[in-house]
């Protein structure tokens, strides 16, 4: 019996076989052809904006780990919100399930206000 392993790698991706397989073909097959398309209309375009700093080696080797342990840390956090804020004993959780347009609406306020 094969052991069961996380996929996160493409090429464990088109390894499957079956729908799963099919489908996961079909939709990298869309992102590629959507970025050619884009770049037929727009032409090689700076999206956002032009660098002109680098990092020294020295530099990037210190700053890389630093953000790693970083970012794993912050997504621990974010995880433990998110089950933290879905428990079930949560009396607000319960009235933003009734309300699902409600809540919908509140949090694309929220949105518009943080872009605007």
């Known amino acids: 019996m094969e052991a069961l ?34 770049l037929g209309i727009a032409g090689d375009y700076i999206y956002l904006g032009q660098m002109g700093q680098a990092l020294g080696v020295h530099a990037i080797l210190i700053v890389t ?28 959780l319960k009235r ?4 699902p347009v409600l809540f919908a609406g509140v949090c694309s306020s929220i949105v518009a206000l943080l872009a605007s």
């Open 5 to 38: 392993r996380p996929s996160f790698l493409p090429c464990d991706v088109l390894t499957r076989s079956g729908p799963e397989q099919r489908v996961a073909v079909l939709v990298m097959a869309a992102v590629m052809i959507s970025g050619l398309v884009s």
């Open 65 to 92: 780990p630093v953000a790693g342990i970083l970012r794993g840390l912050t997504g621990r956090l974010f995880s433990r919100l998110v089950l933290d804020f879905a428990g079930p004993t949560r009396p607000w």
């Open 96 to 99: 933003m399930k009734a309300r």
